[in-house]
């Protein structure tokens, strides 16, 4: 490992976040691979631990080489592996594949804010881990009938080009709107994926949190979810289209938090900027105006959601401040 050459304040920054991703990832794991009862499931999440363990501690020796103070993430006091089940069989690995959505595209961002030779393995090495294990988890649920596959289409056999601007319009009042392109379609299925996933775990969240504002917090996100899987559904049976709901994944009745409430808070606040992301992709790639609408409305309520989210943390003394800036200000008025 390079320790001469300091690393840079961007890889400080993407650094400090991947280790509390990572820390928080590690606890959910070691829930879920305790009270799994599936061999399969209990190797894909054991593999990802093992490979997460050591990106951790690679972090940990490159900061501590540079001399840069260790964040505290998320520890085994943020988990309690004596809680009963809160989910049952098949979620694990569904909100681990949603994880490693959310990892994918971090490590794009963080590799292109990357100058250090160490810092670039790392994000090379965590990139190679993540899209094994996205793949694994795919096969699984598709092989277990959980996952659904987007609705069919027909293959075209010819090349088209828009002819004219009436393609764009959603908001046809004299006409029907055009159908959906598949670019369309594959946002609109992935949002109703995403938020079916995060509308079940934010369910077992609100059910064990004992924090009254925590727990308020919880269930209003789970109607946002359900507002949002609405909304996308509503835009596809439109189109005479059919999504199919996964099966199983679903909560118990287990009114005891196997996290803790710092922890449930943090990862509400990464699906929350995962969902920012998704959005803007639909936003900007849906050519239909009235889905560029929706989508960009839909982005509003998530961001703010996810700053009320920030603001209880901060409440709470949950959030662990990210690296700073020197205050020129504050040191000229010494």
């Known amino acids: 490992m390079n320790v001469k050459k300091p690393i840079s304040s961007s890889e400080l920054g993407t650094l400090w976040l991947t280790y509390q991703e990572k820390t928080l990832i590690l606890r959910v794991l070691e829930y879920f691979i305790e009270k799994t009862e599936d061999q399969e499931a209990r190797n894909i999440m054991g593999g990802l631990w093992q490979d997460l363990s050591y990106y951790v501690n690679k972090i940990n020796e490159l ?21 009963p089940k809160l989910y049952d069989n098949g979620f694990d690995i569904m909100f681990l594949r949603v994880l490693k959505e959310i990892s994918m595209g971090m490590y794009t961002l963080n590799m292109n804010m990357a100058y250090h030779p160490d810092v670039m393995d790392i994000y090379e090495g965590l990139t190679v881990v993540t899209q094994k294990t996205y793949r694994r988890s795919t096969d699984y649920l598709l092989k277990k009938g959980i996952l659904s596959l987007p609705p069919h289409v027909t293959m075209p056999k010819t090349i088209e080009f828009i002819e004219s601007k009436s393609y764009l319009n959603g908001f046809n009042l004299f006409g029907d709107k055009r159908a959906l392109n598949t670019i369309e379609l594959g946002v609109l299925h992935h949002g109703i994926e995403t938020n079916n996933v995060g509308m079940q775990l934010i369910t077992g969240f609100a059910q ?9 917090f919880f269930v209003k996100g789970k109607e946002l979810a359900k507002k949002q899987i609405k909304t996308f559904e509503e835009i596809l049976l439109q189109s005479d289209i059919q999504f199919s709901a996964t099966s199983g994944c679903t909560v118990t ?11 449930m808070m943090f990862c509400i606040y990464l699906l929350n ?16 105006n ?23 943390m901060i409440k709470n003394g949950w959030l662990e401040e990210p690296p700073q800036m020197e205050d020129r200000r504050q040191l000229i008025n010494q």
């Open 63 to 83: 900061f501590e080489n540079q001399g840069i103070a260790i964040p505290i993430g998320f520890v085994k006091e943020d988990v309690n592996l004596e809680a």
């Open 273 to 288: 900027g995962f969902g920012l992301v998704t959005n803007s992709f639909g936003t900007v790639f849906s050519l239909r």
């Open 208 to 216: 064990c949190a004992d924090n009254k504002e925590v727990k308020d």
């Open 290 to 312: 009235d889905l560029t609408v929706k989508t960009a409305w839909i982005a509003k309520d998530i961001y703010v959601y996810s700053h009320e989210g920030v603001k209880l």
């Open 253 to 263: 009745t287990s009114t005891t938090s196997p996290f803790s409430e710092k922890l």
